[in-house]
């Protein structure tokens, strides 16, 4: 299954948080117990002037329909600092799962993605500035290219 949403089409946190949740209509393509999962969030310039890949994991479990499952992943530091220290940022991606067949039935789908990113310290989700200050590293061209 692929998700792929425009900024634009995305609703603001009302706390101006970098936290979005988005529905998923798509038909029923996961049973109970699932082998493994990959989750990949990657964060894509208009026109793929330029591509971040935010999270990419391997998962597995039974899934039930009114439960999440959680992904995460630390973020690299910014190129300036990176092998310094670590970014202090987690990537965060939420799959909500609802009944396949109106949760009459042993299959799920997933009915709901979320994403986010958090900060380490506080592990509260980080304002949509700072998290743009934070890509900004790896999708601005660089300034040395002519």
Do not use: I
């Amino acid at each position: 299954m692929t998700v792929a949403k425009p900024a634009c089409d995305l609703l603001l946190d009302p706390n101006g948080l970098f936290r979005f949740d988005m529905d998923v209509c798509e038909l029923p393509r996961m049973a109970k117990a699932l082998d493994g999962v990959m989750v990949k969030w990657n964060v894509v310039l208009k026109e793929w002037q330029g591509v971040f890949s935010m999270m990419e994991c391997k998962g597995k479990g039974s899934f039930v329909p009114g439960l999440e499952g959680w992904f995460s992943r630390e973020l690299p530091a910014p190129g300036c600092c990176s092998g310094r220290a670590g970014s202090g940022l987690v990537a965060d991606l939420r799959l909500g799962f609802c009944g396949a067949d109106g949760g009459r039935g042993e299959k799920v789908r997933v009915g709901k993605v979320g994403v986010g990113v958090l900060s380490v310290v506080s592990w509260r989700y980080v304002t949509v500035d700072d998290a743009l200050r934070y890509l900004q590293h790896f999708l601005s061209p660089s300034r040395d290219e002519s």
